[in-house]
């Protein structure tokens, strides 16, 4: 309740912010609001940060975002997510569909911006000026990065009172800001072990950025540059960066998928590196759980039974075919007793697999929606440990060090009970991919779309349009999403991506 009232407090305190945020795209700056006052204490400081996750969160907690992922690995979908499966937005999305907005990005970062700017004035000891300044910067380098893979080119806003006409900058500028935020945030945090509140108290939560939490953002966005703009040389500085990651023995992987399950994605775990937090209340649950709340029915839902139709699904054939080994351990865990239930009639299952991986439900208890799901108290896990060893595998092998990405790759298979790597299951990539896809299943925010895309894949693993897009299509953007009609209002300087221009988005 107490962090309910600082929100509040600090979403009052720092609205000025926000508008002055939007107004980059839809109006001419009217002047200023300063709030200095408000920047006397730490405990000050703490509450703005505290403000700072929490519009972190909202820009997340809606369906916007999970709309956009245009790389989940579901065979069936309603007619209204296939078009956007399948690349073909006109049909679903209007110009000014809320999917389409970045606004709440911006929103965030204005309120990264404000921490940023304002921070000096609460005369703080170094180490705790550090603390907060290297939080800020961090979430505002995650932020940025989102933008780039799910836009492209974006405008960059570094001062809260930046306000204004503003242009996209090339998506490369955008990473290297990203970077030189990282490479800071880096320097001035501690590692997750050491962080203290304003009260001395250490912090268990997995959403409060760490060093770790810097170089694990770090190396994906060292490896999505070095891969998109093929800039090879800068897979060496990825791999410095998972390492710190992983050799700061600060993190460490849970012992098998159903830990992963019950314990990691509920949150704050030693598996855990950068999460999104999640609590039992009206605003965190508002959506009902997400992409677990679209997928999972039976058995974990109360009113629902092995017959319940399912229009978001993913065939018993897709799953078998992504797990082959009946060993693997994520097959029981991941999925409810996917083998016996493959075997029930298509007229109960619709041949389909019973997605088991959340299991923190929240239920309405009383009135009329009792028994029905609200929502899931797991977290969402952007960055796990298993991830970044796993893409410290992509990174060793696209450097030439094959044992040393067999290794990786083997360490996580190994947990699972799986087979280890050999020649004979083909293209190591390709493999560690794949390996990436079933471990993280349906974890983050496109996790998999990003991968295949980092990967260059989009013509073989992705659906309808992307399997004929030309190499001139990909460079005019056609793997990012448009640009929403309204950031063009009052904006003369604002262009839409070349490819949507001509596939049904205009400026």
């Not at 926000?18 to 300063?34: M, N």
């Not at 490896?223 to 703009?229: H, I, P, V």
């Amino acid at each position: 309740m107490k962090r309910k009232r600082i929100f509040g407090i600090v979403f009052c305190l720092l609205g000025i912010v926000f508008s002055a945020c939007e107004k980059f795209l839809t109006e001419e700056p009217e002047g200023q609001v300063t709030y200095s006052n408000f920047w006397k204490t730490e405990q000050d400081v703490e509450s703005a940060v505290y403000g700072m996750y929490g519009s972190l969160r909202y820009a997340f907690i809606g369906g916007e975002a999970w709309g956009r992922d245009r790389g989940l690995p579901f065979d069936e979908f309603s007619s209204y997510d296939m078009d956007i499966m399948n690349n073909e937005l006109s049909k679903r999305w209007g110009r000014n569909d809320p999917s389409l907005s970045w606004i709440n990005c911006y929103n965030a970062i204005a309120h990264a911006n404000a921490v940023i700017d304002n921070l000096h004035r609460a005369n703080l000891r170094e180490d705790r000026y550090n603390f907060y300044l290297g939080q800020a910067y961090t979430i505002r380098a995650w932020l940025y990065f989102y933008i780039s893979q799910t836009w492209g080119d974006a405008p960059l806003i570094v001062e809260s009172e930046d306000v204004g006409e503003k242009a996209r900058i090339p998506w490369q500028e955008i990473i290297d800001f990203v970077i030189r935020d990282l490479e800071e945030a880096t320097r001035l945090l501690p590692e997750a072990d050491a962080l203290v509140d304003s009260q001395g108290k250490m912090i268990q939560s997995k959403q409060t950025p760490s060093k770790g939490t810097a170089y694990a953002i770090l190396a994906h966005a060292y490896a999505w540059k070095a891969a998109l703009n093929k800039e090879p040389e800068l897979y060496t500085k990825a791999l410095n960066a998972a390492d710190q990651v992983i050799n700061s023995g600060v993190y460490s992987l849970v012992s098998d998928p159903e830990e992963v399950c019950t314990t990691v994605l509920l949150g704050n775990s030693r598996e855990g590196i950068f999460e999104i937090e999640f609590q039992n209340s009206d605003f965190d649950l508002m959506l009902g759980g997400g992409i677990a709340g679209a997928c999972q029915t039976w058995p974990l839902g109360r009113l629902a039974t092995p017959a319940t139709k399912r229009n978001t699904r993913i065939n018993n054939s897709t799953v078998l075919e992504l797990y082959p080994d009946p060993r693997d351990k994520r097959r029981e865990s991941y999925f409810y007793k996917l083998d016996s239930m493959a075997n029930v009639n298509i007229s109960i299952t619709q041949g389909a697999a019973y997605i088991y991986k959340w299991r923190h439900i929240v239920f309405y208890e009383t009135g009329l929606f009792a028994g029905r799901t609200k929502g899931y108290e797991d977290n969402l896990i952007l960055i796990r440990l298993a991830g970044i060893i796993l893409l410290r595998a992509e990174i060793k092998a696209r450097l030439g060090d094959t044992q040393g990405a067999i290794a990786d790759v083997n360490l996580i298979r190994r947990r699972a009970g799986t087979w280890d790597y050999s020649p004979a299951d083909g293209d190591l990539l390709w493999f560690i991919y794949r390996e990436r896809v079933r471990e993280l299943f349906l974890e983050g925010f496109a996790m998999r779309y990003n991968d295949i895309v980092r990967n260059g894949f989009y013509r073989e693993e992705l659906k309808g349009k992307f399997r004929t897009l030309t190499d001139k299509e990909v460079a005019d953007g056609a793997l990012y999403i448009p640009v929403i009609s309204s950031a063009f209002e009052n904006n003369t300087l604002m262009k839409q991506t070349t490819y949507w221009l001509n596939n049904g988005f205009d400026n």
